[in-house]
């Protein structure tokens, strides 16, 4: 029988780790890139209008008003601009990953009943439309880190 030893496998393994950890920090930083990106272009998405089914009557606290919103399938229109303000990126370093949706507002999920209950899709078709872009920020900051 062979006892295999590495010699300085001690010194190895703490470079190892560092190592690691230095490319786990370059991902989160990309990552962190990646949610402020894809959040930009979701809000500008909705800015943007869509094609509108007419003109609509809606009735608020500031009265009456006139509304445009979008036709079924097509991103939501900015009326006025809550959906827009709450759309938030949030970096989870641990599973180097963001989340990018709508924040609730006025306790109810928002961007969630507008992308899935009334069909008027945003977050999943602009991060699609986007995707090669990502890959490239999150490519470039891992070159930044040295690992590529």
């Known amino acids: 029988m062979i006892d295999f030893k590495l010699l300085n496998f001690d010194k190895v393994t703490k470079k190892t780790r560092v190592w ?3 490319l786990k920090n370059s991902i989160n930083e990309g990552m962190e890139e990646v949610g402020m990106f894809i959040e930009r272009k979701i809000v500008e998405e ?8 007419g ?6 606290k500031g009265g009456k008003r006139i509304a445009f919103p979008a036709k079924k ?25 963001v989340v990018i ?3 609730n507002l ?4 928002y961007g969630g009943i507008l ?5 008027r899709p945003f977050v ?3 991060a699609k439309k986007n995707a090669k872009k990502a890959r490239k920020i999150l490519l470039n900051a891992i070159k930044r880190g040295g690992f590529m």
């Not at 809550?82 to 180097?96: D, E, G, H, Q, V």
């Not at 006025?106 to 999920?109: A, D």
């Not at 992308?115 to 069909?119: H, I, Q, V």
């Open 115 to 119: 992308e899935e209950t009334l069909n």
């Open 106 to 109: 006025k306790r109810c999920n």
């Open 55 to 60: 003109p609509v009557t809606r009735y608020g």
């Open 101 to 103: 949706g709508s924040t």
């Open 73 to 97: 399938g097509k991103s939501p229109n900015n009326d006025l601009g809550n959906l827009a303000m709450s759309i938030k990126n949030k970096p989870k370093r641990r599973s180097m990953s």
């Open 46 to 53: 909705i800015i943007k209008k869509s094609p509108s089914r």
């Open 124 to 126: 999943v078709p602009t």
């Open 20 to 22: 690691n950890q230095k």
